[in-house]
């Protein structure tokens, strides 16, 4: 399986900033990565697929870069609605999920 | 709008079995392969299983092969999952989820999930 990694495993930040999140596969999978946003008791949206395309109705301040083995995803301007916990998952081979970066206050 | 409303879930004993639904509607439920996915209390998220559109694919993790059986009903808009022998380890929040790819023969990402439903295995 191809495992995958994910920098900060969480971060404080304030309404207004920038949050970058970094996630590593164990192998080259190209752009087969995929972002999601979990919030507890709520169903995971979908953020980001191919690395960089923003899912229909994502806000345009989330984007996504990367390919190979290291990916970014980038929240410009953070929301309140955008506290939550942010996770990637490689969709080369049989799906696997980064550990997840929780974003708070 | 897409809607998958998982149900079924609730306390098992350890070697029990569960059998869970996923209710679909707002897209054409034969038209997507399906997935389920879950979480155990404190962990990150772990794929499970997939079913082609048409039922005529199916793949599951290593860590349920054996064990767990998926299985739909594409006249009733409806997946299933049924898991045997459950452990502690089983334990956990199950969610369906759709597919991205149309009439795909593989499975891609995951584009709508429901809530999920909590198993927790415990005597």
């Known amino acids: 399986d191809i495992q995958m990694t994910q920098s900060p495993s969480s971060l404080s930040a304030s309404v207004g900033d920038r949050v970058t999140i970094t996630c590593r596969a164990s192998q080259n999978i190209r752009t087969y990565l995929n972002w999601y946003q979990l919030k507890p008791g709520k169903a995971p949206k979908l953020l980001i697929y191919g690395a960089s395309s923003l899912q229909s109705g994502v806000p345009s301040r989330f984007s996504g870069s990367g390919s190979g083995t290291d990916f970014t995803l980038t929240i410009t301007s953070l929301q309140p609605e955008d506290f939550a916990t942010y996770c990637c998952q490689q969709s080369y081979s049989s799906p696997t999920f980064g550990p997840g970066t929780k974003v708070d206050i | 709008q897409v809607q998958l409303v998982e149900s079924g879930g609730g306390v098992v004993q350890p070697g029990g079995s569960l059998r869970l639904s996923c209710a679909a509607s707002?897209?054409?439920?034969?038209?997507?392969?399906m997935h389920w996915v879950r979480q155990a209390p404190g962990k990150g998220l772990e794929w499970v299983a997939f079913?082609?559109?048409?039922?005529?694919?199916?793949y599951c993790a290593d860590s349920v092969k054996g064990r767990l059986t998926i299985s739909r009903d594409n006249s009733k808009n409806t997946l299933y999952m049924q898991m045997n022998s459950l452990t502690t380890e089983d334990t956990a929040t199950y969610y369906c989820?759709?597919?991205?790819?149309?009439?795909?023969?593989?499975?891609?990402?995951?584009?709508?999930w429901g809530q999920g439903t909590l198993v927790p295995v415990s005597s």
């Open positions: 707002g897209f054409t439920f034969s038209n997507y392969g």
């Open positions: 989820a759709k597919d991205f790819g149309l009439l795909s023969g593989s499975y891609s990402f995951f584009d709508y």
């Open positions: 079913i082609r559109y048409d039922g005529n694919n199916k």
